[in-house]
T-cell receptor, first 116, second 113 residues
Framework: AQSVTQPDIHITVSEGASLELRCNYSYGATPYLFWYVQSPGQGLQLLLKYFSGDTLVQGIKGFEAEFKRSQSSFNLRKPSVHWSDAAEYFCAVGSNYGGSQGNLIFGKGTKLSVKP | DAGVIQSPRHEVTEMGQEVTLRCKPISGHNSLFWYRQTMMRGLELLIYFNNNVPIDDSGMPEDRFSAKMPNASFSTLKIQPSEPRDSAVYFC???????????FGPGTRLTVL
């Protein structure tokens, strides 16, 4: 079955520290992978996406993610966290093929808190 | 582009009343999604449409929920009768099917008393 796992429900980091949010997926076809961010009271906003090519993708707000097919992972990273990065982060996977064409499967999210 | 537009932004109603949530997708997008988000259950896909046709409604909780997309620029999600456990934030999102990237609206916060 297709699924996305974000193992960490809640992470707290200090401002200026590095960040890595984990995402593992189970998907039969070649996956298209996404990270979204949701600030309190807001809708989800796309941070970055991977379709093909270079496995290290750059996104907005200084975020990057690396696709590792052998580990079925797409972890999100940022070298130095800012207080404004406090939000909830969602990993998602989808495909352009098959009956679920166009749909995305979302993980349950990781809430990020930032300490001053 | 104005992005995905949802109305109302907030809705407070009493148990048993009918509630209608509205969504206008981004022009040119041919897929539309309705999600529900709660603290307990997280983000849940309720239903999605491709080219105005419902593709998967397996996430619709029960017969009290219904969704329509009469044309490419408008969709509704109706709850009749509403119950307190329907209280949640409901998001609408749209995409171009082949591109997959979904654009989310600001959500409707529904409170059923």
């Amino acid at each position: 079955a297709q699924s996305v796992t974000q193992p960490d429900i809640h992470i707290t980091v200090s401002e200026g520290a590095s960040l890595e949010l984990r995402c593992n997926y189970s998907y039969g076809a070649t996956p298209y992978l996404f990270w979204y961010v949701q600030s309190p009271g807001q809708g989800l906003q796309l941070l970055l996406k991977y379709f093909s090519g270079d496995t290290l993708v750059q996104g907005i707000k200084g975020f990057e993610a690396e696709f590792k097919r052998s580990q079925s992972s797409f972890n999100l990273r940022k070298p130095s966290v800012h207080w404004s990065d406090a939000a909830e982060y969602f990993c998602a996977v989808g495909s352009n093929y098959g009956g679920s064409q166009g749909n995305l499967i979302f993980g349950k999210g990781t809430k990020l808190s930032v300490k001053p | 582009d104005a992005g995905v537009i949802q109305s109302p932004r907030h809705e407070v109603t009493e148990m048993g009343q009918e509630v209608t949530l509205r969504c206008k997708p981004i022009s040119g997008h041919n897929s539309l999604f309705w999600y529900r988000q709660t603290m307990m259950r997280g983000l849940e896909l309720l239903i999605y449409f491709n080219n105005n046709v419902p593709i998967d409604d397996s996430g619709m909780p029960e017969d009290r929920f219904s969704a329509k997309m009469p044309n490419a620029s408008f969709s509704t999600l109706k709850i009749q009768p509403s119950e307190p456990r329907d209280s949640a934030v409901y998001f609408c999102a749209s995409s171009q099917t082949e591109i997959l990237e979904q654009f989310f609206g600001p959500g409707t916060r529904l409170t059923v008393l």
